[in-house]
């Protein structure tokens, strides 16, 4: 679920705009220094002053400088699969009113917790650390797309300690964090991805669970298969290929609306799909099992 590229872009821009105003602020400088000469202010303390001018724009520089230099070597980490560096890394920076640090605090938080020699003390309390940093980043920075997605991501993950009733409860609020992510940023595949599983689990909620949701919502949340394909197809539209669950899903959702032509299509694919991390490799295996079953 890559999103370095845009970010890095946009943090780039940002210092930019840091030197830019730093550069405003010496050519009002030097225009002050003429004026000065009109109303008789010391040199000495126009010179205390240039000085300490100086210092906070080449802080500021620095530390912008210092902010890019620390998202890009995260992004490089999470690109690798290194996510206990990763997270390592990004603990460093857990109070940070920064919400590119948190949001990516987050997701490592997240990720960490999926590792297979995790034990279910340290995934719960994984869990709740990255809910906690996802909603932190989003206080932060409302405008942030990727403090949406990861919050709602780890809002539902809570469901899993707290129970079907919260779990259905939350499933709106996922929703509008999700929609909100695919406003700010349009070309993120991955917060239409989860808006198409939103929409696939609800399509196929259990009878019991659709029970619960009647009893909590007066219209309780609904999804249709041809709004999780909506979703799915958009997604691959931004960014063909970039995702092997994307891929699996589709021929899932295709198969459900009985199109077996296009489920074997996009099964194939995510059968295909290169096997590199331990989620394409599950991807694959059921590729495999749902291939056999519509082959069989």
Not at 108 to 121: F, G, K, M, V
Not at 144 to 158: E, G, M, P, Q
Not at 182 to 207: M, R
């Amino acid at each position: 679920m890559a999103t370095g590229s845009p970010l890095r872009a946009f943090t780039r821009l940002a210092s930019g705009m840091t030197r830019r105003r730093c550069a405003t602020s010496r050519r009002s400088a030097s225009s002050a220094r003429y004026t000065a000469l009109f109303i008789t202010v010391p040199p000495l303390s126009y010179l205390g002053y240039e000085t300490l001018r100086k210092a906070s724009c080449s802080t500021a520089v620095f530390a912008r400088d210092k902010a890019v230099e620390v998202v890009e070597q995260a992004d490089y980490l999470y690109s690798c699969g290194e996510t206990e560096k990763l997270y390592q890394l990004l603990l460093q920076y857990k109070d940070s009113d920064d919400a590119e640090f948190l949001w990516r605090l987050a997701r490592a938080s997240r990720d960490l917790s999926l590792l297979p020699h995790i034990t279910a003390d340290q995934k719960k309390k994984l869990t709740y650390e990255a809910f906690d940093y996802a909603k932190k980043a989003l206080e932060k920075n409302e405008a942030c797309f990727a403090a949406h997605k990861w919050y709602a991501v780890c809002l539902s993950d809570l469901g899993e300690y707290e129970g079907v009733k919260v779990k259905i409860g939350n499933s709106l609020i996922i929703r509008k964090h999700l929609e909100r992510a695919v406003e700010l940023n349009p070309k993120d595949a991955t917060s239409f991805h989860i808006l198409g599983y939103w929409c696939f689990a609800f399509a196929e909620l259990p009878w019991y669970q659709r029970k619960v949701a009647a009893v909590l919502f007066a219209s309780p949340p609904t999804a249709t298969y041809e709004e999780a394909l909506a979703f799915f197809l958009r997604a691959e539209e931004v960014d063909p290929n970039f995702y092997s669950k994307n891929l699996l899903m589709l021929g899932k959702t295709y198969s459900m609306l009985k199109d077996q032509g296009k489920a074997l299509l996009w099964l194939n694919k995510a059968r295909d799909y290169p096997a590199i991390t331990e989620e394409d490799k599950q991807v694959h295996k059921e590729a495999l099992d749902l291939l056999k079953q519509l082959n069989g």
